[in-house]
């Protein structure tokens, strides 16, 4: 799976920071994937406390199904240090070189992340949906901006998330009584697709079910990897 160039990596904090507030410029919120989903990415990352050892895993899935058609899984050292809204700057080549060992290229990929939910507009999802060039999807398990109200206890239950007076995601509930998730398009995909593709991928779980099966994914790497040690 090929991603177009647009910046380096190995770049400082305000460099970053630029290279971010350039790239929002260029983000779409408007639906121009497939009509129809038929495969669908989840992506994670997994790494040891203090270690700059990071794994990535990337599966696609057929949608709605759920049947494992691929995977892709990378391990490599990171040097950007963890700042917080920089995310992608330290999890993002690694995930890229796990999405240039895929051979299918899904119609959507849901990100363990934010996607526009981001001080800068400019998420891993976001950021990575842009490089990829594909609809992206941030499903968050904390906020890390804006403010929502009360969301209701059932699954498809959600709350607008605000920043400035401006719809920036939604808290959903995917789960009955469980904490909600932070759902945020990133690229390519409006707020109302956003939250569709995010709740229609839950299989009882909290969390999106490709994003959960890179979870697991990435885990057992991870394992495997440190117990070689």
């Not at 971010?20 to 129809?36: M, T």
């Not at 009584?177 to 759902?183: A, E, Q, W």
Request: hydrophobic share 40%; proline share 6%.
């Amino acid at each position: 799976m090929e991603k177009e160039f647009l910046h380096d990596w190995d770049v400082d904090y305000r460099t970053a920071v630029r290279i971010q507030e350039e790239l929002r410029k260029s983000i779409s919120l408007k639906n121009s994937g497939p009509r129809k989903v038929g495969i669908i990415a989840g992506a994670d990352i997994s790494y040891d406390r203090g270690d700059d050892l990071f794994h990535a895993a990337v599966v696609l899935l057929r949608f709605p199904s759920m049947e494992r058609l691929e995977e892709s899984t990378v391990s490599d050292r990171v040097r950007f240090p963890y700042i917080p809204g920089l995310l992608t700057f330290r999890e993002g080549p690694v995930l890229l070189r796990a999405f240039a060992g895929l051979t299918a290229r899904p119609d959507v990929a849901l990100f363990d992340g934010q996607g526009i939910a981001h001080p800068r507009g400019l998420g891993l999802a976001s950021h990575l949906g842009l490089l990829l060039d594909i609809p992206s999807v941030g499903c968050a398990k904390k906020r890390l901006f804006g403010e929502y109200g009360p969301v209701g206890e059932n699954a498809g239950d959600f709350s607008p998330l605000v920043h400035d007076r401006k719809i920036i995601g939604a808290a959903v509930r995917t789960k009955k009584k469980t904490k909600p998730v932070f759902i945020s398009p990133g690229h390519r995909i409006s707020h109302k697709q956003a939250v569709e593709i995010a709740l229609s991928s839950c299989r009882g779980y909290r969390i999106a079910e490709p994003i959960r099966q890179a979870h697991l994914l990435v885990n057992r790497i991870r394992k495997e990897n440190t117990s070689r040690v």
